[in-house]
């Protein structure tokens, strides 16, 4: 078997990829305590061209991870804080009249940018919401007739708190569905909370961004994304995806299933997971790890379900043990 692994590191160049994903993980660690989980997906959505969606509670370092991601990429940077009366040209930019030129000429908004986070995206009305539709599904923003396309690399970190829902415009399905993953962040442990203390204390008055460097060059990140592209997935994997799928869809406890892009976007991250661990083939194990980030958001607990307190992650797991594992 390891004469195999090392067949398949021989035939995909991985050791330069697996390098570039752990000095994005030390880089963090310099500020960011835990979320390991957390750091994984985002670096997975950033190699599948994937949006993120991040729930959790205030006070749990969501936006400030999101951010110092950015930063470990060479590249542009945008933060948008979203309000109840934010408007889409806001985000997208507008057509201003040049008097010199005696034209109107487009003046871009913060979403033309290459990593923009989103603070609070149900805090804005539909129509806003909507603004972000066409950018995060075909990398792109028309205004006024004239379509402007985004720079590659373009990926939407967006936070969202679960709680306080005074005042929010909760996100509809089809917007949901934009998302590759919805990570839910946790509080942290007692230990990685002494942990965070002491950080705190130590760094004095220091800027947590200050310390964290760019490892990750865009030209390179197109060449991993190329390389993740040619990692092998055989017929009875496409299989064990499409087959607990299929289950959400028809799944007692569930009122929505997960629609085929669920399955493209499970396939596209368990290559993305086995390149990272430095094998060109991927593994039920692979598959599992995707499944609860992408489906989460996807499919609906019916109404008696979810006043039982049942979540959708349960129901997940208990779909993935019924389906059996490829051999």
């Known amino acids: 078997m390891e004469n195999n692994d090392l067949n398949f590191d021989n035939r995909i160049p991985l ?12 880089e963090l660690s310099k500020v960011i305590v835990g979320q390991q989980n957390f750091i994984e997906l985002l670096i997975v959505a950033l190699f599948v061209d994937g949006h993120v969606l991040i729930e959790g509670v205030p006070g749990i370092a969501k936006t400030i991870t999101a ?29 201003i009249f040049n008097v010199k030129e005696s034209e109107f000429e487009f003046k871009k908004g913060p979403i033309f940018s290459n990593v923009i986070l989103i603070d609070e995206i149900n805090r804005a009305p539909a129509k ?28 939407v970190l967006a936070t969202q708190n679960p709680i306080e829902q005074e005042g929010t415009y909760a996100l509809p399905e089809a917007q949901l569905d934009r998302f590759l993953f919805k990570v839910k962040v946790d509080y942290p442990s007692v230990d990685e909370e002494v942990k965070i203390i002491q950080t705190h204390h130590d760094r004095k ?17 197109v060449e991993y994304k190329n390389i993740i592209h040619e990692v092998v997935i055989e017929e009875k994997i496409f299989k064990y995806i499409a087959e607990i799928i299929a289950k959400t869809r028809n799944h007692p406890h569930l009122y929505l299933g997960a629609s085929p892009r669920a399955s493209i976007a499970t396939m596209q991250c ?31 607990l019916t109404p008696e379900r979810e006043m039982e307190g049942i979540t959708t992650e349960s129901v997940i797991q208990m779909i993935t043990e019924s389906v059996e594992i490829p051999r």
Do not use: W
Not at 128 to 155: H, N
Not at 214 to 219: I, S, W, Y
Not at 271 to 300: C, Q, Y
């Open 67 to 95: 951010k110092l991601f950015s930063k470990t990429l060479k590249t542009g940077f945008s933060r948008i804080q979203f309000t109840p009366d934010l408007m889409p040209s806001d985000i997208l930019g507008t057509s």
């Open 15 to 26: 050791e330069e990829l697996k390098t570039a994903v752990i000095a994005i993980r030390e």
């Open 205 to 221: 008055s220091r800027n947590p961004e200050d310390s964290i460097q760019p490892v990750l060059l865009p030209k390179k990140l």
């Open 128 to 155: 806003t919401q909507a603004a972000l539709f066409e950018t995060m599904e075909e990398r792109q923003a028309t205004v006024d007739g004239k379509t402007y396309k985004m720079t590659a690399p373009f990926m």
């Open 270 to 300: 368990s290559k993305a997971f086995a390149a990272m661990k430095g094998r060109d083939f991927v593994t039920p194990e692979d598959v599992k790890k995707a499944l609860v980030p992408i489906l989460n958001h996807r499919v609906i």
